[in-house]
């Protein structure tokens, strides 16, 4: 196993099977890949790509593979009637959330003036000159999104066994080291050091989204990073988490956080309406919900 | 293969020069060879003339136009274009401190003694 750090999180990288050299190689190779990724698409490095589109005032041309994220962006943010969206930006940033999550560091004692609702669908996105046109009060994050798509991007580098683990979005190629399975433990979001769920998962990328972890004080109040956009505020759910299990971590990582907002009824719905998904929902009663056809693995809580 | 034709030397030829030509050729030689080795010993001296400094505009001249990008109307900034990690100048915002972030470091994680598992939480 190798780590690195990047996107703010721990990144694992799991190439069962082959020798230390090899292994620390293909890491290399994807820390390339997550710190070029952050490089062009994070909100807070004044320097990306991304920030700059965040400070133009007009039209402005981005590079193919920026337009390219943009686009899918709008396709989840169509299928999800708009509980996908990453034009909440402005919100997090009004919040305190305008730099990297440290424990402590975004506490303030009270929001800034919450700016002007916009939404993501208001971009214009011009396929023939590939520029991008934003509302001025809009700022875009595209972190959970990019987050998994690196992943996925990334382990297509190996042959399979083969596992990119950024931060608990997942990429899990092959059968896992014996052939039997990658085993992924479902984190308790009540009590981070036990182990919910054990799920065995083949050729399969899984994400969690919950409001256990980036948290900060705004005055008396306690803030989270999952906005819902219907509110411009903190996501309030009766979900306490959702774990979703799908082809790609990018997929994922939108349908968990999406599921989240839409809490435990309508989370139901949309994750049952398509068989090749998986989920784990964890309500706030504690309670624990399978969903779709998912392997369970003994938990090994030592 | 051929060879392409040589020009052939009569043999015993010789160059009829008087001794005034014999003379004006070596101090043409010897003319060309001091200047070649003055020029490589001071390069800079021989070929860039001492630099005078920038005329002052006449202090009627209309200034250059030069405008910041965020000055101009909306409506008439063009579209830019730049390469990943580069950043447009703006006259408000700060200049970034770093442009290139050298890649993260990999570090080697013990392997654990039980099979590899992979814990999935919101991060």
Redesign the interface.
Known sequence: ??????MN?D????A?GRD?VVE?TL??EV??I???SE??FSRF?????LS?LN?A???????P?LFAVLRRARAYTLATHGLFDPAIGAELGALGYDRSFAPGALDRAAPSSPPRRARFADVLLDDA???VTRPREMQIDLGGLVKGRTADEAAALAEPPF?I??????V?RGD???GTG??????D?HD?SR?LV?LRLRSRA?????????RWRVGREVAHHLIDPRTGRPATSDLA?V?VVAATAELADVLAKTAFLLGVNQARELLHARSELGAVLVHDTGAVELIGRLELAEV?D? | MTDPPRARVKPGARIGWSSLEWRAYLATALATVYAGVWLAAAPSAASSPAREPPAEPPANAPSAPTVWL?DLP??A?P????P?????A?RT?PA?Q??V?P??????????A??????????
């Open positions: 196993m190798q780590t690195f750090r990047a999180t990144v694992t990288v799991v069962p230390d620390r890491a290399a820390a390339a997550f710190e070029a490089r062009r490095r004044a320097d990306s790509e700059r400070r005032d007009g039209p402005l041309v981005v590079s593979e000159t590939g520029s596992a683990d950024a931060g608990g979005d997942a899990l896992g080291p014996d990658w085993i992924v433990d479902v984190e979001p981070a182990v054990s899984v994400a969690t989204s919950a409001a256990n972890r980036r988490q774990t090994d030592a | 965020e909306a409506a900034r579209s830019i274009a730049i990943p990690g580069w950043v447009l703006s915002a970034p770093s442009v972030a890649a993260p470091r990999v570090r080697a994680t013990p392997r654990p039980r099979p590899i598992r992979i814990r999935t939480r919101s991060s």
